[in-house]
């Protein structure tokens, strides 16, 4: 087994094993499959190696039911990796597994990584910084630790690093470390960046470089991370040190103050300048020289430069630069010192500013207003006005140059009129929407008023106030008009169907909405009633304006539901096998039978009850009577037997004797003595009254002494046609054996019973249930002939 499992491992092949018997050794068999990652079998005989075999392929195809970790090999810097695999909740627990590896080394997959310093200047003895800036963007990976080697000119001192809030590796941990001519800067942690931008910031103290300027580099050298596939390449930065030598002073010119114009709606001047002079009056030239104005926008906005920044050129010693801006005031609500500076900063001196306070008058609002009342009219059906309640519309607009302040509205109206709506709308002072307006913004409020009715007109006034933060600011009315109502009205009533109906049907009728009170001609007093009689209809109702109004009359009419007495034709009760028919009657569109019918007569041949559903002309639909049928026994059809010359016919009540088709005399008793030859037939009655009529016997010859007659074979079939059960009656003149069939008209044969010989007669049941309707033949067959009868099964 050893030797197995060790070539087995060596290959990478998993050994599945199978104890077939009791008599094998299976520990050696799960150990083999167990130490090569296989599966042990046991069975005790061969019927299970296809289930096993079957098995084992299912386990190969699907991977050995293995988890397997695949990754992507996009950077392959040489570094370890560790990965976990975590199945949670996971067949009743959790189980978790970690996987090291070293990626392969291949620098044909790093890519550069380009940072640069940023340049610096600053005067002599001062803190300069320059920040170190990743332009290389990284998106969602690892910044693992960085090392490089920081060197600088002579005109810098290092002071420290940091990673200030706000860069990408913000409190990130580092180590720095001297070295010859500079410092080791090593990030120990890794962050996941997403970008470019800081990273880190060198701050430096700039020497004392006498009255010159000096600049030197500051640059890196054994840029190196310390994973990931990158090659980080570190631009570098250029810091100038400048003497102080220029002093540099400064005074702001501009106007006294700002005076609102209200036609041309400006302050004036307009625009406005101001002037800030820098003078170098120290013994060097004042270097690079750039100016920012500050100023508030709210207050002031740019005319002439449209940037807040301006440069010059050097400042000698003993010279000056005026720089200049033009502004425009902003319109305010309040009067204000409008504070304006100009910064001039240079490279060699300290920043220098300059600021002017200029008074602004202010500017007052402006509003214009209006009121819309609409008409109010009668309605229609003069039961109230329209629109009512109705709405009135005030409308404020911002015609001044500055934004309002806070804005309300109120609404002064006579008591009579009552405000509706939400607990808002029926407040008179309300704040309005917006509450504040921009210069030529406007704004439009709604109230909704109720009044009551008035049978005389009626004109009232209407006022509307606005107030700004409280003071009022604009006005407007309007007249409204309520013309008069007159003292009553008219109203139709709705119906909810036709009004002409089949009996048991109804209507609803309804009388109008917003009524108070409801009187029916019926004397029920509500909106809404059902008629199901029939007859005219009418209501008196009185809406809250103390109206009364009256309705119109509407006239119901019901139609009576048809009926029909069945007639009869055959008479009732009928025997078996007879047919009867029931006629509904004329007259009416449509008849349904409680036997799934639908004709006027209908034919029947069961006893039980039968009746139909009528529709009439109108679409009214009811019932005809009920006409019970009773069904009476009819005797089985007769079968004639001869001796000699009499002919015999089956127990009944009354006997009926045929010949040739014509009845025979007194021939009403159960034998019939023959003394002619010809075709008889007997009609025997039970007694219900019930008649059933022999088959034809032939007779074509007398007896004749000493001389037998010749041997016939008798089939009678009865009820023909049948249902489900018949009667099948063989009479053999001969004593012989015979076969009795049943035939259909295809030929197929169904052997029905067999008569042994010396038997002359036989009756027998014929159950036929399961045979299909259609014409069938009996056919009784002997050794020497065979004969038919034919019947009909329904």
């Known amino acids: 087994p050893a030797e197995i499992i060790s070539l087995a491992n060596r290959n990478r092949i998993r050994v599945f094993t199978i104890g077939l018997g009791s008599s094998i050794n299976a520990t050696e068999l799960e150990m083999i499959a167990l130490l090569t990652g296989g599966r042990y079998y046991q069975t005790p005989n061969a019927g299970q190696l296809a289930a096993i075999y079957q098995e084992i392929t299912t386990i190969i195809f699907q991977g050995f039911q293995e988890c397997v970790i695949t990754y992507q090999r996009d950077c392959a810097d040489g570094g370890m990796r560790t990965v976990e695999l975590q199945l949670a909740n996971f067949c009743g627990g959790t189980d978790v597994k970690w996987k090291t590896y070293r990626a392969p080394l291949d620098s044909t997959t790093f890519s550069t990584m380009n940072m640069e310093f940023t340049d610096a200047a600053g005067l002599s003895s001062s803190e300069l910084k320059t920040q170190l800036l990743l332009k290389t963007p990284v998106l969602n990976k690892n910044f693992y630790p960085l090392t490089f080697d920081l060197h600088y000119g002579s005109c810098l001192q290092f002071k420290n690093v940091t990673a200030p809030p706000g860069s990408m590796v913000e409190n990130i941990s580092m180590i720095v470390t001297p070295i010859s001519g500079g410092m080791r800067i090593s990030t120990t942690d890794r962050k996941v960046l997403n970008g470019s931008g800081l990273l880190l910031e060198c701050t430096f103290t700039a020497m004392n470089t006498g009255k010159d300027t000096i600049c030197c580099d500051v640059w890196a050298e054994n840029v190196s991370v310390e994973q990931g596939c990158y090659i980080p390449v570190i631009e570098a930065a250029e810091v100038c040190v400048y003497p102080h030598d220029a002093n540099i002073a400064c005074t702001i010119d501009g106007p006294d103050s700002l005076v609102w114009d209200t036609p041309t709606g400006v302050y ?97 609002t402006q509003f214009e207003c209006a009121l819309s009342v609409p008409d109010i009219t009668v309605k229609q059906d003069s039961t109230g006005y329209e629109p009512m309640p109705f709405t009135i519309q005030a409308t404020l607009k911002n015609s001044g140059a500055i934004e309002s302040g806070l804005l309300t509205a109120e609404i002064f109206a006579p008591a009579e009129f009552a405000l509706t709506g939400s607990v808002i709308e029926r407040m008179a002072l309300r704040d309005l929407v917006p509450s504040t307006l921009l210069p030529n913004e406007e704004a439009t409020i709604e109230w909704h008023l109720q009044h009551p009715a008035a049978f005389d007109p009626k004109t009232s006034q209407i006022r509307v106030a606005f107030y700004e933060d409280g003071a009022p600011v604009c006005g407007s009315s309007d007249e409204v008009t309520l013309p008069g109502l007159p003292q009553s009205f008219r109203f139709p009533v709705e119906n909810s169907s036709a009004l002409t109906f089949c009996e048991g049907e109804s209507v609803t009728l309804r009388a109008g909405t917003d009524y108070a009170t409801y009187q029916w001609s019926t004397g029920e007093q509500t909106r809404t009633i059902i008629a199901t009689t029939p007859g005219m209809y009418y209501c008196i109702a009185q809406n ?218 036989l009756e027998l049941p014929l159950n036929l249930t399961d045979v299909p309707t259609g014409m069938y033949h009996v056919v009784v067959q002997t050794a020497e002939r065979a004969v038919t009868r034919k019947f009909m099964r329904k």
């Open 268 to 364: 004036l001047p307009n625009p406005f300048t101001i002037t800030a002079r820098f003078a170098n009056i120290g013994i060097g030239p004042a270097v690079n020289p750039r100016f920012t104005l500050q100023y508030d926008p709210s207050d002031v906005q740019l005319v002439t430069p449209t940037s807040t920044s301006q440069t010059a050129a050097d400042i000698p010693a003993g010279n000056h630069v005026d720089i200049s801006w033009q502004l425009q005031a902003l319109p305010t609500n309040v009067a204000d010192t409008l504070q304006l500076c100009i910064t001039g900063e240079i490279n060699n001196h300290d920043p220098v500013q300059c600021c002017l306070a200029i008074p602004i008058e202010a500017v007052q």
């Open 544 to 761: 809250t304006h103390g109206q009364t109004g009256y309705s119109d009359t509407v006239y119901v009419t019901v139609l009576p539901l048809p009926h029909s007495t069945v007639t009869l034709s055959g008479s009732n009760p009928l025997c078996d096998g007879d047919t009867l028919v029931l006629d509904a009657g004329s007259g009416f569109v449509s008849y349904f039978w409680n036997t799934g019918e639908r004709t006027q007569t209908i034919e029947v041949l069961q006893e039980g009850d039968y009746h139909a559903e009528i529709t009439d002309l109108n679409g009214c639909t009811g019932y005809t009577d009920t006409v019970q049928v009773t069904v009476l026994p009819a005797p089985l059809k007769p079968v004639i037997t001869r001796t000699d010359d009499d002919l015999h016919a089956p127990s009944a009540t009354v006997y009926r004797w045929y010949r040739n088709g014509q009845r025979v005399p007194a021939a009403i008793t159960q034998d019939l003595h023959i003394t002619q030859p010809g075709s008889y037939q007997v009609e025997i009655i039970n007694s219900y009254g019930c008649s059933a009529l022999s088959d034809p016997f032939p007779v074509t010859v007398l007896d004749i002494a000493d001389q037998p007659l010749p041997s016939s074979i008798r089939i009678a079939v009865y009820p023909d046609p049948a249902r489900d059960v018949a009667t099948l009656k063989v009479d053999l003149a001969d004593s012989e054996a015979a076969g009795i069939w049943l035939v259909d008209v295809l030929g197929r044969r169904l052997h029905l019973s067999d008569i042994p010989r010396g038997t002359s007669s």
